[in-house]
């Protein structure tokens, strides 16, 4: 199960109700931080989460709103003696930032940070991998996508009625049928297939080609979505999205569920309109507030 927790879910100026832009993706041991606005490891407090337990973070670009809780939440981790090596990523102008962020403060840390500058596919195991796509945004700006692969599982139920143990599974996991005291198991018997999951976040970035085809069949796409159907130009200047071309995009790219984020202060007030202007478009629209928490299974 991936789990999302929205920290922040605000515009460039916050709220009262809403902070600077921040998500915790947490999966096995994998406690993912996308973006680290202004207050984020008070909102992980909030939240009652252990910043001790990030494994990595990825940086959208380097705008105060997306960063400025990092000087913040590196030296409280190493207060309370975070003990792995830190992966942080971003696009180009990462390593010189970072390097910029810890000569300006009298940063006091003993643990190790890794800064990668990242585009397309950076990070893989066996179980998920992680992708950045270029955005457009006046600065190197990224997107992401968290994929959780696809897997051939043994279905337990059937296995207890064979006397299949031990070193033998792992064939029947790879597809591969068995053999065991002369009698043949098929594994398309006794196994099935798990889809992927696909998570993506585009956060501040005018429309541009490369967004769609990164977020196809996402099934949870989290989306910019500053402005109101009547701004779309002042989203274009600004280089952000509209609530309606937000909702275009997840319908275009046949997203299972959209999160709205990112919101413009000026809604406060009403909200609903941001929400009620994506469902036309896209049904399954959902509209973040900070604290949120939502799974992807």
Known sequence: MIKITFLGTSDAIPSAERNHTSILLEYKNENILIDCGEGTQRQFRKAKLNPNKITKILITHWHGDHVLGLPGLLQTIAFSGYKKALDIYGPRGTREYMKLLLKTFAFV?????NVEEVEG???????FYLEAEKMTHGIPCNAYSFVKKGKLRID????????????ILKKLKEGKDVTYNG????????????DSRKVSFIFDTSFNKNIIPFTKNSDLLVCDSTFGVDLEEQAEKYGHLSVKQTAQIAKQSKAKRLILTHVSQRYSKNPKSILDAAKKIFKNSHLAKDFDEMEVK
Do not use: C, M, Q, V
């Open 109 to 113: 840390g003993r643990y190790k940070i």
């Open 121 to 127: 596919k950076f990070f893989e195991n066996e179980d």
């Open 156 to 167: 337990k139920e059937k296995l207890k009625k064979t006397k299949l143990r031990g070193p």
């Open 183 to 194: 009698k043949k198991y098929l594994a398309k018997n006794l196994t099935y297939s798990e």
